[in-house]
């Protein structure tokens, strides 16, 4: 075989010569999940074979991955906007592209479903209930085909009451995965298969897992890490349900929540109780400092419920069936220790301080405002606390609003900037939000750490920290504010 163009032929000649066969077609999947140079090699050798007689070529593929690792194969030929040839190399490469949507609400909850009775039927009786459904969607292909209400019409007999019970919490929790994991098939399988392993496993030491509240609970952890480590910081060091999770499912069963802008209104009068009231608890007078304690526990407990169910995202979850007031989570999170930091110095926190930092990092940002200047009220003691949870939290969850109060507080704590600077510094700089760096440089007062935060951030190897912090680090025209 002397080159390309003699193997061509060959190929072509014995493709022809082929009797009985229509075509040969090559299926190419998961080539997104080979390394670039992989990917590269597989379009050229698939050149070499490319208008040959009766032959057709399927890749199946993610067209960014492959993009990607064409541009990463061939970095100096770029074009003078500065992309990269991928987009034109496949272009080239493809003659007909079909895009695979992904599951639509009802398709998430059908195999969801689906998937959850695979596990009760045996292979005949799962064969029935696919055929029985695929009648239903030919008749309606964007209706719901499979849910708790039909399945006793598309299963009948084989309808257990285990099988029963699941499917009732399959369907419950299925909109939020096709929210979370924009219907993504592998993804909603290996939630399921998390959550089946994570009950495997407390079975084998005795321990009862329900299967709703532990899809409820992996579904937070999906959606939002911060929301679900809030979640276990509450639980963490209480006996039973925590007060937190009980007061947001009432506020969520009340179905009355405040508006935001009378919810901020409300709260001045009830933030000086709830961040002053131990403060003074030392002071002669008639109450049992016990009764006093257990007032501010409570409404600090109230304060952190009312703020944490006011957010859209967090109401919508509260609502998932099933209502977790009268469960003590304290089991199921032994299940999630991978994605929590236990003993956090927030839950070291007097109460009434556990409520001022919960205001500190509010997504709201009046409320959050308004807590930076009641830190300025508090002991020394009190503030290094407040500000040492708060660097805390800022470690483990630097794309949140901590950042930002960390910033505003040492703004008007001037002696906490040289430990806020250098907790901002020893956060992973590929972690950092680059939009947030300008903001933080402008809040954090003037002085040699903050200089020096600014200047690592510089010279840090992520570019758009880098380029952000070089922004903000340049002194301003003249005339302009």
């Not at 409570?298 to 859209?312: M, V």
Request: contains cysteine; glycine residues 6%.
């Amino acid at each position: 075989m002397r080159d390309a163009a003699d193997f061509h032929r060959r190929f072509s000649d014995l493709v022809s010569g082929l009797e009985g066969v229509a075509a040969v077609i090559v299926f190419i999947d998961d080539l997104d999940r080979c390394l670039p140079e992989t990917v590269v090699d597989t379009f050229e050798a698939i050149r070499l074979f490319l208008n040959a007689p009766r032959t057709a070529y399927v890749v199946a593929a993610s067209r960014d991955i492959v993009e990607s690792a064409v541009d990463s194969r061939y970095p100096e030929l770029r074009k003078r906007d500065g992309s990269g040839i991928g987009h034109d190399y496949l272009e080239k490469m493809l003659q007909l592209q079909v895009r695979v949507p992904p599951l639509s609400a009802s398709e998430t909850e059908a195999y969801v479903n689906l998937l959850v009775t695979e596990l009760h039927l045996d292979d005949a009786g799962f064969s029935s209930a696919c055929e029985a459904l695929r009648a239903r969607r030919g008749t309606d292909p964007f209706g719901a085909t499979y849910n708790s209400g039909l399945a006793g019409e598309v299963l009948g007999e084989l309808l257990t009451p285990g099988l029963s019970a699941d499917l009732a919490w399959a369907s419950a929790v299925s909109p939020a995965l096709s929210d979370g994991l924009r219907g993504n098939p592998r993804q909603i399988k290996r939630f399921l298969n998390d959550l089946r392993w994570r009950q495997k496993t407390a079975e084998r030491r005795g321990v009862e897992l329900r299967a709703d509240v532990l899809a409820k609970l992996m579904v937070l952890e999906e959606q939002d890490g911060g929301d679900f480590q809030t979640l276990f910081d509450w639980q963490f060091g209480s006996e039973g349900p925590s007060r937190q999770i009980v007061l947001a499912q009432a506020v969520v069963r009340a179905d009355a929540p405040p508006p935001p802008r009378a919810a901020e209104q409300s709260r001045p009068a009830k933030k000086k109780a709830a961040a002053e009231p131990d403060l003074s608890v030392a002071d002669a007078n008639d109450e049992d400092p016990r009764a006093v304690q257990a007032a501010a526990a409570e409404a600090a407990a109230a304060e952190q419920a009312e703020a944490w169910a006011a957010l859209p995202r967090t109401r919508s979850w509260l609502r998932l069936p099933p209502d977790l007031s009268q469960i003590d989570l304290r089991p199921y999170f032994t299940y999630f220790r991978d994605r929590l930091v236990v003993g956090t110095s927030a839950s070291a926190l007097r109460p009434a301080l556990q409520a001022l930092l919960g205001r500190l990092t509010s997504e709201i940002p009046l409320v959050a405002r308004e807590a930076v200047g009641a830190c300025e009220s508090l002991q020394p003691a009190d503030q290094n606390d407040v500000v040492a949870a708060l660097l805390d939290t800022a470690a483990r969850r630097p794309d949140g609003p901590v950042l930002d109060a960390a910033a505003a507080l040492a703004g008007r704590l001037p002696r906490t900037a040289a430990t806020v600077c250098d907790a901002l510094g020893r956060i992973p700089h590929a972690s950092l939000p680059p939009l947030k760096i300008p903001g933080l440089l402008l809040r954090l007062p003037d002085g040699p750490e903050k200089a020096a935060l600014a200047s690592g951030w510089t010279a840090s190897g992520v570019p758009a920290v880098a380029a952000a912090a070089a922004a903000s680090s340049r002194p301003r025209p003249a005339g302009r504010t």
